[in-house]
């Protein structure tokens, strides 16, 4: 869960309320379940965390904890420890203490939740030490030390133990016990009956130390929430920067439909929309009507569209045919005709915005169909008389170059994107099939390697840099992300080194190191950033613009004061 709770406090008018457009359902607002990047958004008005993110200044910020944890090691194990702000309280009154850290990570790992992921993300906490003089300070315990455990420590949604395990049951495990316990002990069966009925997944806020409650929800059309008062983060002055919660209501609106929502826009239905497609973009800002009545915005982001190669394919197994294939796409035309302009090139994953860790002496892959054709004849290909391209194969029948493309049906960018490479391609005698497939459908696919290449976006942040999920040999398979199958002994070391690297000096050389070695291997080819075109009514100011999703604080809005 990334908490975007941002900016400073300025003194201006409570907005009454914030009507936003989304294009679908958060599906379940369960904190632990975080279904999606729409459920995450709603989830951080009612539930709370101990840290967050001040998204503009790009660094981590106290929330419900005081300050930032203090870090101690030793052998291979490091401790994190933590103390809840005096003023925060449950609805009710009751303060929020080290006991309702410690229950909310046991129920992270209690079997028969809904909590798989949460079970794998918080495993490096090994228990957690409880301070007999203060009720609110704490120690986790856990493995040997990683940079983004500071971060990771303290990014999830505390619950309540004295309303969703009044008999404290759960005491009597330890974390390690529930970890191990395969079919569930009577208690605990017990307990996660009486948790699921609390439907954590319709969030009506109760449960949450957040300034919000769900107000209503009525499926496929709006989510209303309210702010509610008294909330204990009031009593906090000056008030920090996550504690921030100016809006009297912030609707969520559902609008699948992208001229629908713009018409809602243009009428003054919504108030924001986020992600804007380019075009309408492009409509508003030529609209002097519109320019009075609606801000725009393009903040950059960490959104970098990628196609990936299927390094186990015998055909794409070698990084010359891969270096060959991106040549064929042609990324400025993309970038004007897919993106009107608000994207960018860039050599790597690491944006080139980012001046600290870019490797600002590669050349983002040029379009090149003659460097394409030289690079297939170093890799072995043969062009055959009618364009064709062949290779023998040390074993078996002689390899032809016939590729396809995979992406996600409906997406208009990727479509153009998959049509400029056939064409592109079959100039130089490569036919390319493409794959359009349902979300859901095309990642089993990727899953299981029935793919030779794909479409897809990544989207990264400013505070880690741990690319194990993605590039690892041992992250390939049903349960990891390297669709690619890319991975070797010595780049497996560099991204082990690099996602455990403190020193900012060694970490920048990783990174610069890291980013050669993937343009030369080229298991996969970033062809743009993204930017973020946002529309907000002009009347709201103090917007928390950020290049991390959404792109606004909802809770940080007010109303500009009137000239």
């Given amino acids: 869960m990334l908490l975007l709770l941002l900016g400073c406090r300025q003194e201006t008018k409570r907005t009454d309320n914030v009507r936003i457009r989304w294009p679908r359902d958060p599906e379940t607002l369960h904190p632990h379940t975080l279904a999606n990047a729409l459920a995450i958004q709603a989830i951080n008005l009612t539930y709370q965390s101990l840290l ?12 419900l904890a005081e300050a930032l944890p203090v870090v101690r090691r030793a ?17 009710d009154g009751q303060p929020i203490t080290a006991q309702d850290i410690l229950f909310t990570l046991k129920t992270m790992r209690c079997p028969d939740l809904p909590n798989e992921r949460m079970r794998a993300t918080y495993g490096f ?29 303290g990014d999830f949604a ?47 806020g109760k449960y949450g130390s957040g300034p919000y409650v769900l107000k209503s929800w009525q499926s496929g059309q709006r989510l209303v929430f309210a702010r509610k008062k008294p909330w204990w983060g009031d009593q906090v002055i000056p008030t920090p920067a996550p504690l921030l919660a100016r809006p009297n209501q912030i609707s969520f609106h559902i609008i699948p439909d992208q001229t629908t929502a713009l018409l809602a826009l243009r009428r003054g239905d919504i108030d924001v929309y986020s992600s804007l497609p380019a075009t309408d973009y492009q409509q508003l800002a030529s609209s002097a009507s519109d320019q009075k009545r609606i801000a725009l915005y393009a903040s950059d982001s960490y959104e970098a569209v990628t196609v990936g190669f299927n390094t186990k394919k015998p055909t794409l197994a070698d990084r010359k045919t891969r270096q060959a294939i991106s040549h064929l796409f042609d990324i400025p035309t993309l970038i004007k005709a897919t993106q009107h302009g608000l994207a960018y090139q860039s050599a790597s994953l690491i944006s080139p915005h980012d001046k600290h860790y870019y490797n600002d002496s590669l050349a983002p892959v040029a379009f090149s169909p ?62 390319i099939n493409l ?18 290449l794909y479409i897809r976006s990544l989207i990264g942040n400013p505070f880690a840099h741990n690319f194990l999920p993605l590039l690892h040999s041992g992250s390939t398979g049903v349960n990891g992300g390297n669709y690619t199958g890319f991975g070797n002994t ?74």
């Fill in 75 to 91: 052998g291979n194990t490091s401790y994190l420890t933590y103390r809840i702000r005096p003023a925060a309280t449950w609805d």
């Fill in 370 to 431: 003659a460097r394409a054709t030289q690079l297939l004849t170093q890799a072995g290909w043969q062009q055959q008389a009618d364009k064709s391209w062949q290779r023998q194969s040390a074993s078996g029948p002689a390899q032809q170059l016939a590729l396809s493309i995979s992406y996600r049906a409906g997406d208009a960018a990727y479509e153009f994107t998959a049509l400029q490479l056939r064409t592109a391609a079959g100039k130089v005698g490569i036919p």
């Fill in 490 to 563: 010595s780049s497996d070391a560099l991204l082990t080194e690099l996602a455990a690297a403190q020193d900012t000096v060694r970490k920048k050389q990783m990174l610069r190191r890291l980013q050669h070695v993937l343009q030369q291997e080229n298991p996969l080819t970033v062809l743009y950033f993204k930017r973020n075109p946002l529309a907000v009514a002009r009347r709201f100011t103090d917007l928390g613009l950020s290049g991390l999703p959404p792109g606004y604080e909802a809770t940080r809005f007010s109303v500009r004061p009137q000239p």
């Fill in 125 to 153: 906490v090994r228990s957690v030490q409880l301070d007999s003089t203060d009720a609110r300070r704490f120690t986790l315990v856990c493995n040997q030390f990683a940079p983004d455990y500071v971060l990771t420590s």
């Fill in 435 to 452: 794959r359009p497939t349902e979300s859901s459908v095309l990642t089993q696919q990727l899953q299981a390697g029935a793919f030779d």
């Fill in 158 to 204: 505390v619950l309540p133990e004295h309303l969703l395990d009044p008999r404290h049951q759960l005491r009597a495990f330890s974390l390690g016990q529930l970890d191990s316990m395969g079919a569930s002990s009577p208690v605990v069966k017990q307990f996660v009956q009486g948790f699921s009925q609390a439907r954590l997944e319709q969030s009506p």
């Fill in 52 to 63: 967050a993110i001040d998204a503009p200044q790009q660094r981590i910020v106290p929330w």
